[in-house]
């Protein structure tokens, strides 16, 4: 039904014309507003008109103009090459171009030092709280690398940025962790496009992965997870502070060819209960079976058990077992 003339619809017409001061486009954006005075100061991107006062602003052809230079910059773009192409002074934007290593000193930047491009577009991201633009570059990044490179080159380094930003500032920026860790969990169950082959009846068995009793940290062993079902393995994910009783069930149920255990913190390590799951045994007489026991994670360090495998990356765990399924990659 179309609207009578003076009613909501021309209301809501003439709201979106309503110029917006700087706050209020900040908050649109996700940006704080020294963001939008730094953009002004250096790109020339600022507002078409000042109110009285020379107070800032902001039309909807500035808003789109930034709108467009926020995609960009989320994507990785460096801030001035973003500029220009928003503004429309450059060509098509195809690849864009690196941008030189130097350390940001734009406020609430993260420490990332050399890391590359996708680190930077996704520290930008996240520290907006712009959350499609957080799954859709971490998508990306699984799709383009796969689920071990992109674990190892984009997803840890920025979620170590972000880890070094909260520690360093008083408990600023634990939102912008949560965010990011929530959306990297995200990229990794979806990251899984092939099926465990015959999961149910490998002769080998599944792998078993879980954190130790009182283990909350999950996002390492959700990444082995995944990348051992992008190559096809079966697997059996039982997440986060797994009771001591509920591994040993499920270990004797399932007969698993190997039993990952996650400990982050050496306070939750428990060398007995690896010990215990790793002398499981079934099967018949003379041809009875063990599963393979790995400790994944620092809380590990310092433990020595015989016969038990200690990777030290998710490149490791992935080799070694897939090598057990005669896997090559």
């Keep these: 039904m179309s609207e009578l003339p003076g009613g909501e619809g021309a209301a809501n017409a003439s709201a979106a014309e309503v110029p917006l001061t700087t ?60 500029a220009r192409v928003a503004k429309g002074t450059a060509g098509p934007l195809t690849e864009p171009r690196p941008e030189r290593s130097r350390k940001s000193r734009a406020p609430g930047a993260l420490p990332l030092g050399d890391a590359r491009q996708e680190c930077r577009g996704l520290a930008r991201a996240a520290v907006r709280l712009d959350a499609p633009a957080v799954e859709r570059q971490l998508a990306d990044a699984v799709s383009r690398y796969g689920i071990v490179d992109a674990w190892h080159e984009v997803m840890v380094p920025t979620l170590h940025a972000v880890g070094r930003k909260w520690a360093s500032s008083g408990d600023r920026y634990v939102e912008v962790e949560h965010l990011l860790s929530w959306h990297v969990s995200t990229a990794l169950r979806r990251g899984t496009p092939h099926p465990a082959r015959a999961p149910d009846t490998s002769p080998a068995g599944p792998v078993v992965l879980a954190c130790v009793p009182g283990e909350q940290h999950t996002l390492p062993i959700e990444a082995l ?37 996650w400990a982050q913190a050496r306070s939750t390590a428990s060398p007995p209960l690896a010990r215990h799951l790793a002398d499981i045994r079934w099967g018949v007489k003379g041809a009875r079976r063990q599963p393979a026991m790995m400790l994944a994670g620092p809380g590990w360090s310092g433990t020595s058990s015989r016969g038990v495998v200690r990777p030290t990356t998710l490149r490791d765990a992935v080799d070694f077992v897939s090598g057990m399924y005669g896997e090559r990659h």
């Design 23 to 82: 706050g209020a486009l900040a908050r649109r954006l996700g940006v704080a507003p020294t963001t939008l005075r730094s953009w002004e100061r250096r790109y020339g991107i600022g507002p078409a008109t000042r109110a009285e006062g020379r107070h800032r602003r902001w039309t909807p052809r500035d808003v789109a103009l930034l709108e467009a230079m926020c995609r960009l910059t989320s994507s990785g773009v460096p801030a001035a090459e973003a």
């Design 225 to 261: 997870n995944a990348a051992l079902a992008e190559l096809g393995l079966p697997t059996r994910m039982f997440g986060a502070a797994v009771p001591a009783e509920a591994l040993t069930a499920a270990v004797r149920r399932l007969g698993p060819a190997a039993v990952v255990l």
